[in-house]
């Protein structure tokens, strides 16, 4: 896996040769051929899917539902447990709603989180045992940066309704033991959410693997285009749930007196949804397939174990990050003390070195780790090994500046 060969595939390389970037985290480059796909339903067969009985309707409805399949094979998933959403925030919103109106978790039962969940997906389900009565209790972390799986365990046990819980920390890269939660999921009859925002298309993942009842992500951070997600659910548990939000598109009949919903998956995809999206999130799903998860993770590893080594010599950074390559996703966050994290993030920027300064929407997680914020830098596929030296001379000439 060659990197600058890989560059040459993403225009936004062509038109800023000397940026390092190091912000996929909150957003990932994208690929031309996902461009040129989703060109290719505005220019030659823009239309409304599934209703139109004509050829630029049928074009679309097919490519739709050829990236359900796309999608459900990149998840070891089936078709049919494959909904389509704006993103992970809608997603996770939906999907609170919709366990509610289910009543289909134990009565009465808590919810187990953690402390190093985003904001998007911990406020839902705050929200959740708000408006239910449940109690939200948190598996904290170690000094690892890694959640305290013994806390787990007393945590989740037979009074437990719904463990809700991040495959990868966006903060800290942490690869979390989902296999273990699962087990201690299933072990006291609770459903167990993944969210995966932070790890698809960053790892190879199997969700009949992790052992999850639903799971999901963002396309925009695994190479997709921005306002397009998937919330994968077991087809079993998707029959049981009522939608969480209604609208066109989902629905079997309406009368004056209600409205009955059609089956899943697409009762949960109310309204006209992101088509040009989908399609380009199925391109970009080939586009890593062809490269290779192993291959691109891999790749990650060895540039934060290269990034971890030099941070370790510059004096006054401190670093929080999963120190072992193999169970970081590719997430690096540390801390130039004496200098606002948004001070050194603007002197990287002028250097062409793009990283994120701030709480990185985890503010639960900054209490925990007694800081307010941080810088990070995230690595992915088309990143080099300059792009870490690029980072180093930048946090050496903030701390210059700032000395």
Request: charged share 25%; hydrophobic share 40%; aromatic share 6%.
């Amino acid at each position: 896996m060659d990197p600058k060969e890989i560059k040459k595939d993403f225009p936004i390389f062509q038109n800023h040769p000397d940026i390092s970037y190091l912000d996929s985290a909150a957003t990932s480059q994208t690929p031309q051929a996902v461009i040129s796909a989703m060109d290719d339903y505005y220019s030659k067969f823009r239309s409304n899917i599934h209703r139109g009985l004509y050829d630029l309707s049928e074009k679309a409805t097919n490519l739709y539902e050829e990236a359900r399949e796309e999608v459900a094979s990149f998840l070891g998933a089936e078709k049919d447990e494959v909904i389509f959403t704006p993103g992970s925030t809608w997603s996770a919103n939906m999907l609170a709603l919709s366990l509610e109106y289910s009543q289909i978790l134990k009565k009465g039962g808590d919810i187990v989180t953690s402390v190093m969940e985003h904001h998007s997906s911990l406020i839902p389900v705050q929200k959740l045992a708000e408006r239910n009565g449940r109690k939200l209790k948190y598996i904290t972390i170690d000094d690892d940066m890694r959640l305290r799986l013994g806390e787990a365990g007393e945590l989740i046990n037979q009074k437990t309704a719904l463990v809700w819980i991040s495959l990868a920390s966006n903060v800290l890269g942490t690869i979390n033991d989902i296999g273990k939660i699962a087990e201690l999921a299933r072990g006291n009859g609770a459903l167990l959410v993944v969210d995966a925002t932070s790890a698809v298309g960053h790892m190879p993942i199997n969700v009949k693997e992790i052992g999850c009842d639903l799971l999901f992500f963002s396309g925009h951070k695994m190479l997709g285009p921005t306002g397009v997600g998937v919330l994968y659910g077991k087809k079993e548990l998707l029959e049981k749930m009522e939608p969480g939000v209604w609208g066109g598109g989902m629905i079997s009949e309406v009368t004056k007196s209600g409205a009955s919903s059609t089956k899943s998956p697409h009762r949960f995809e109310p309204g006209t949804p992101n088509i040009s999206g989908v399609i380009g999130l199925a391109e970009a799903v080939r586009y890593l397939k062809n490269i290779g998860l192993e291959k691109i993770k891999e790749h990650t590893e060895k540039l934060v174990s290269l990034a971890i080594k030099e941070l370790e010599t510059i004096p006054d950074v401190r670093i929080f990050a999963e120190k072992d390559p193999k169970k970081n996703i590719g997430i690096i966050s540390f801390v130039l003390d004496g200098v606002h994290p948004h001070d050194v993030g603007e002197i990287l920027g002028r250097d062409g070195v793009a990283v994120r300064g701030g709480h990185h929407c985890a503010e639960p997680l900054m209490k925990e780790l007694g800081i307010k914020a941080t810088n990070r830098a995230s690595f992915y596929l088309y990143n080099e090994e300059k792009d870490v030296k690029a980072l180093i001379d930048g946090i050496k000439e903030a701390q210059k500046i700032f000395s």
